[in-house]
């Protein structure tokens, strides 16, 4: 929401300032990102995301520093590369790839076979079994090719089963039965051969009737020859279900048949709203997840499905849930974002994201019932900040009612101060304030912990 200022007259009291500075971050080397981290240990850790988040510079700048992989989340799939028959559109899917080669992340293609978001010629085309068959062929060649030598992975068939192990009766599988598979993994071969195909499903972390029915789908095409190198497990898991049991033995077993495994879309939802416990629990189990990739050689990585709750598709699949991922709305490190920092064999400290800053933080006047705040950023660095996004907390029952000269923001007591248009860019030694009025009751304390553009600073 973007607020106003208000005229306070006569209810201004003299000014109270209450000066919060952050100090320059020090000249050491940086704490090493998840990506990293996961480097270091031979794996990637990425981040699903999507083309219109691209337009927000804070969330890109995270995106492109914490993570050494990236999964386009829509841009790859039938309805945005062929919605058309024969007409093919490859913009988001560059655009997405343009940018992980700026950043040197290498990018997961996802995904060239799917029963959902089929474009209505295909879903309800009619077609028969040869023709069906050559319009599939020619899709996965086609968008494989426009990608050869740029993609690691290709999810090539996405969820083909149901959740008892039986095949999904999608257009594919009632039309040319289970041997779509094998055509579309023997397509994409041909059209890119450096890429490592997979098949992707969810509900297969743990031992069960879905992982087993994709166990024996695997052995099958590997006997017959069919090319096929890796198994991604979904990971979209929720406290309420309970952590799955056996994941790394589960994964361990499909690694036995001389596959490939990877965490390719996790996220970890509860029922809103999120509180400490629930949110050491998710922490735990991102630990537990990481740690159990970790133990099988051939898991070659891990993807968040975003990284921050800000673009998460839970709350609008699943009302009523959501704070799924290591960041929160604000783009702000979380527990998880910790816990998974430890797994990988790292501190807990978040890394230096690459800028230096000075806030002060003053609450200029107050009455009974409320109080007007300024706050002043200050780029101590050497390079210009482009696109900034500032976020706290307020340790009461605080809200902000207007502000000016940032699009404020509140979700309970976390605040976020996006830049406005004219502010956004900071050179060396540049500074902006912005402000805001606020209710409150009882004692109006000073946050104690803010961010900018996802990196944690001390305060001074």
Sequence with gaps: MTLLPLALGSRLSAALIVAAVFVPVPAHAAEPTLGELAAAKGRYFGSATDNPELSDAPYVA???REFNAITPGNAMKWDATEPQRGQFSFAKGDEIVALAQKNGQKVRGHTLVWHSQLPSWVSNGGFPAAELR???QNHVTTVASHYKGQVMHWDVVNEPFNDDGTFRDSVFYSTLGQSYIADALRAARAADPGAKLYINDYNTDGIGAKSDAMYNLVKSLKSQGVPIDGVGFQGHLALQYGLPSQVQQNLQRFADLGVDVAITELDIRMVLPA???KLSTQAAWYSDVTKACLAVSRCVGITVWDYTDKYSWIPG??????AALPYDENLAPKPAYAALRTALGGGTTPPDPGLSCKVSYKVVSQWNTGFTG???VTNTGSAAINGWSLAFSFPGDQKVTQGWSAEWSQTGAAVAAKNA???GTLAAGASTTIGFNATHSG???VPTAFSLNGGNCSLG
């Design 62 to 64: 995270t995106l492109g």
């Design 275 to 277: 509180d400490s416990a």
């Design 317 to 322: 699949v699943f009302p009523g849930q959501g």
């Design 374 to 376: 300024s706050v002043t």
């Design 134 to 136: 050559s319009i599939l």
């Design 421 to 423: 248009s004219w502010n």
């Design 443 to 445: 004692i109006n304390a």
